[in-house]
């Protein structure tokens, strides 16, 4: 296959050093993966190799530059994710808006392309529901997401809730403060946050009280303001709890409520606020709804095939009624 030349132009010339990296590390990234040769003069990047090649470099080379554009980092660690995600042969997975960045660290990018509908929709509305089986990454991409945001300084502060169902709401037997209470409930967060900002940086700012995880009925009578907040099991919260912590909503305030409707622990016969708030408030301006399948597992391959496998019970049972 012949071999010609791409010219991409940009604005800034010190935008795209930044972007070829210490010794044109970034760009030799790009070359050894899509099997071309790439120059950086000035505010300008040049790209030699077949046409789908070229393609795939320039798509790299763009994402980088407008997540420079935003202030984002664009390290060694960073162009190896945006490759893998590319991936060769085939066009971006991931469109800038989606990938979900952390000074110093490497960013996260959606697998699958409902996580990326999930993302950008955070980013553009002020409550986005996240609902599916479990295994798909609700919760992990709500507390990355929220995670970045304390971390490049755009809010003041991260929380997460979840409703205490397995040991009842007051946990007032359980022993120990608030926080020893409710961290064996809230696991799969402070997972998400040590490895999104790393367990030293996440204990300070628990501490310092950005950070702050609380079971769902505690949050009655505050104003959640210049927050983050995720909303984890809710399909375990009752339908006025789900009322009270929605009506919480303050000024910069962004949610994400995540949950599977099908695993409800409430008492029989007690709907789920989750479900309860899918119905009546998807119509709502600023509110989204994105629901995950089986195809969305990210855990080990078998376990999507449970879920289906769970699912396709689950109608057979209702057609049988």
């Known amino acids: 296959m012949s071999k010609a030349t791409d010219t991409l132009e940009f604005d800034d010339a010190g935008l795209v050093r930044d ?37 795939r470099a320039a798509e790299i080379v763009r994402e980088l530059y407008a997540r420079l554009q935003r202030g984002w980092p664009a390290g060694p660690g960073d162009v190896r994710a945006l490759i893998k995600a590319v991936g060769k042969g085939k066009v971006a997975a991931a469109a800038v808006e989606a990938v979900i960045p952390f000074p110093r660290r490497r960013p996260i990018v959606p697998k ?3 996580q990326e509908k999930f993302i950008k929709s955070m ?3 002020t409550i986005v529901f ?13 507390t990355a ?40 409930y809230m696991q799969p967060i402070w997972d998400a946050l040590y490895m999104t900002l790393g367990r030293e ?30 909303i984890d099991e809710a399909q ?37 606020g989750l479900a309860h708030a899918l119905g009546i408030l998807q119509n709502i301006k600023n509110i989204d709804a994105i629901t995950f399948e089986a195809s969305d597992v990210v855990r080990h391959p078998l376990v999507g095939r449970i879920v289906e496998a769970y699912e396709k019970d689950a109608k057979s049972a209702l057609l049988n009624l």
Do not use: W
Not at 22 to 37: K, P, R, S
Not at 147 to 173: D, K, Q, T
Not at 260 to 272: V, Y
């Open 19 to 55: 972007m070829a990296g210490a010794g044109h590390a970034n760009l030799a990234l790009i070359e050894d993966a899509f099997d071309v040769y790439l120059e950086a003069p000035g505010a300008s990047v040049t790209i030699n190799g077949d046409g789908p090649s070229r393609a």
């Open 145 to 184: 997401y929220g995670a970045s945001l304390l971390a490049r300084g755009e809010i003041s502060r991260f929380i997460a809730c979840r409703p205490a169902v397995e040991a009842g709401e007051n946990l007032g037997f359980l022993p120990g403060d608030l926080n020893e209470k409710v961290d064996p």
């Open 123 to 125: 980013r553009t509305n």
């Open 130 to 142: 996240g609902v599916g089986p479990a295994g798909t990454g609700k919760t992990f991409l709500a």
């Open 112 to 114: 699958t392309p409902r």
């Open 236 to 272: 375990n919260a009752t339908i006025a709890q789900m009322k009270m912590v929605l009506t919480r909503l303050g000024e910069r305030a962004t949610y994400a409520v995540t949950g599977d409707p099908s695993q409800s622990d409430l008492p029989r016969g007690t709907q789920s």
């Open 201 to 230: 940086e996440t204990e300070r700012r628990k501490l310092s009280g950005e950070i702050e995880v609380a079971p769902l009925a505690f949050m009655r009578g505050r104003t959640l303001s210049d927050a983050f907040v995720v």
